[in-house]
């Protein structure tokens, strides 16, 4: 079965870190460039962060950018997303993705940043 699960979310305070997991499976997840989305509760679905097939190049938005790490283990199926100094605007459900060859979302993990 073509899937990807998110595991990982929870409540962490301002300041804090969290890692999220991405488990692929049914694909050849070395073959793909990957992503992470995220969207905040009233808000639309943004991009965070991507990732090539190698893992040797990456991507991310402004929001993000230092704060948050990508990377992957192919021999492993799967993604992370490391989240260092969090602020309460990172809070939102955290979706991994597939673009090729047809698109796929995982059904997501809720990270909350609040004292």
């Known amino acids: 079965q073509v899937q990807l699960v998110e595991s990982g979310g929870g409540l962490v305070q301002p300041g804090g870190s969290l890692r999220l997991s991405c488990a692929a499976s049914?694909?050849?997840?070395?073959?793909?460039?990957m992503s992470w989305y995220r969207q905040a509760p009233g808000k639309e679905r943004e991009w965070v962060a991507r990732i090539s097939n190698t893992g040797k190049t990456t991507t991310y938005a402004d929001s993000v950018k230092g704060r948050f790490t990508i990377s992957r283990d192919n021999d492993k199926n799967t993604m992370y997303l490391q989240i260092n100094s969090a602020k309460p605007e990172d809070t939102a459900v955290y979706y991994c993705?597939?673009?090729?060859?047809?698109?796929?979302w995982g059904q997501g993990t809720l990270v909350t940043v609040s004292s």
């Open positions: 993705h597939r673009l090729q060859p047809y698109e796929l």
């Open positions: 049914g694909f050849r997840f070395s073959s793909f460039l």
